[in-house]
């Protein structure tokens, strides 16, 4: 078998054939579909309050269960798809998830509710998606900036070809039936993706994106548990690894508040819910731009200054809101504060590659998922309470505002990744099989 056709770069092209493609589109299309009923929560909330005479206090606190549950499952899903493969962890979630959509359907009470929303989907969406971006880093030894842009675009498309899609459908078939058809269509789709996934290149026996000549070789296995754990030991001793979760948490709450009660304000100055839902479009559909550039621009430009830029890019045109009564202001903060939401995220990736370099990454992402999880459960929390008690939303767009401000201070103060923060996991890892096998041969 030839270099090339083992999957190694010719050392000239940033872009060639290679099965890491494939991964890269089956890890967006399982962000789009897994997350389209998650990121549309908003074209249910004036659906259950009618039905049902719920609060949106009471509504908005199972969107707050359903992401505090997966913050805190986040970290053992990461640890799962170390240790298991992502593969294995995707079916799972996958399985929970079409339980918990028909469950869902069917409730009749706040605590039915909270159980089949909160607590099922809550840990499927973070088995099946917490093990997706530490397994597409290690299908890319370079360029990992490029694929990550591609993955980051997907979550802005997924919103919005979804939410004005699930809009529709709850206008036209009712909240339950959207729930059904939804489960059993996503279901279908994730399934197919997972069949054709792979885990590693050594799966496809290719050689990880951006591989050259003389390059010391990755691992074509599952990282040995012992030396596993030593690594996560490694990370927790730095402090990146605890603010990287705690700037994660600030950003989710930055636009948590305004992913979920964006459309419930559009709906209050006037506008009807599919209209209202296309105010979400619009913001999802310009965030795509800046999430599919970001992680590139990170790798040229500096990922702390270009992270700094886009968080504040993300909290200053909140400001548009506090004139909700004006509906073209609703046009004018979807495209800018798209510009700031779509990069908000991109840097992620990148800054663990600087800080980690090739160790395995599930531990650590489930633990900044955590901190977005608990994020988001504020977020999209907030907004609930604050209009019960005010009849608007005006101080959750304070405290969306000051969190994505408090996100950039912190991403300032972040440690220079110009070097590693602990030690290079392909060095050990060949120290470490070097001595298992010298033992098992005495």
């Known amino acids: 078998m030839s270099q090339i056709t083992a999957g190694q770069s010719d050392g000239n092209r940033t872009f060639y054939k290679h099965y890491a493609w494939v991964i890269v589109i089956i890890i967006a299309g399982m962000q789009i579909v897994g997350t389209s009923i998650r990121m549309s929560f908003g074209a249910f909330v004036d ?17 707050a269960i359903c992401s505090i549950v997966t913050a805190v499952v986040s970290p053992w899903a990461g640890n799962l798809g170390d240790r298991y493969g992502a593969k294995k962890a995707m079916l799972a979630g996958v399985g929970l998830f079409f339980v918990g959509m028909l469950a869902t359907a069917f409730v009749k009470e706040y605590w039915h509710f909270w159980v089949t929303y909160g607590v099922v989907l809550g840990v499927a969406q973070a088995i099946f998606l917490v093990p997706l971006i530490p397994a597409a880093m290690i299908w890319f ?11 980051m675009a997907s979550w802005g ?7 004005p899609l699930v809009a529709f459908m709850v206008e036209e078939i009712g909240w339950q039936n959207s729930f059904i058809y939804i489960g059993v269509i996503s279901t279908l789709l994730m399934l197919i993706m997972i069949f054709v996934f792979r885990n590693r290149p050594a799966d496809k026996s290719l050689v990880a994106y951006g591989t050259l000549e003389g390059d010391p070789p990755l691992s074509e296995k599952a990282p040995p ?5 030593e690594f996560k030991g490694h990370m927790k001793r730095t ?9 994660h948490f600030l950003g989710c709450v930055g636009h948590a508040v305004i992913l979920i009660w964006i459309i419930p304000m559009a709906t209050d100055s006037g506008m009807t819910l599919v209209r209202a839902s296309m105010i979400f479009t619009l913001m999802s559909g310009v965030s795509i731009l800046t999430r599919l550039t970001t992680p590139v621009l990170c790798e040229r430009y500096g990922v702390r200054s270009v992270m700094t830029i886009f968080y504040v890019l993300q909290g200053a045109p ?12 609703f046009y004018l903060f979807a495209v800018t504060f798209g510009i700031g939401y779509g990069g908000e995220t991109g840097g992620f990736p990148i800054l663990n590659r600087k800080y980690f370099g090739h160790a395995p990454m599930g531990g650590a992402h489930g633990f900044q998922m955590l901190g977005a999880g608990i994020g988001m459960a504020l977020g999209g929390w907030v907004g ?40 290079d996991w392909q060095k050990s890892e060949e120290d470490f099989n070097r001595m298992s096998a010298s033992n098992s041969a005495d």
């Open 47 to 63: 659906p259950l309050e009618e039905q049902f005479g719920w609060s949106q206090g009471n509504i908005s606190t199972t969107y």
């Open 141 to 151: 030894r370079r360029h990992l900036g490029l694929a990550m842009g591609l993955i």
């Open 157 to 163: 498309l997924g919103p919005a070809l979804a939410t």
């Open 225 to 229: 548990l012992e030396l596993l754990n």
């Open 239 to 247: 402090a990146a690894y605890w603010n990287l979760s705690s700037i």
């Open 318 to 329: 909140v400001i548009f809101l506090f004139w909700g009564d004006v509906q073209m202001a």
């Open 384 to 423: 609930g309470p604050v209009y019960d008690i005010f009849g608007n939303y005006n101080w959750a767009l304070v405290v969306s505002i000051v969190a994505s401000i408090g996100g950039a201070v912190s991403i300032v103060l972040l440690e220079n990744p110009a070097k590693l923060l602990i030690p």
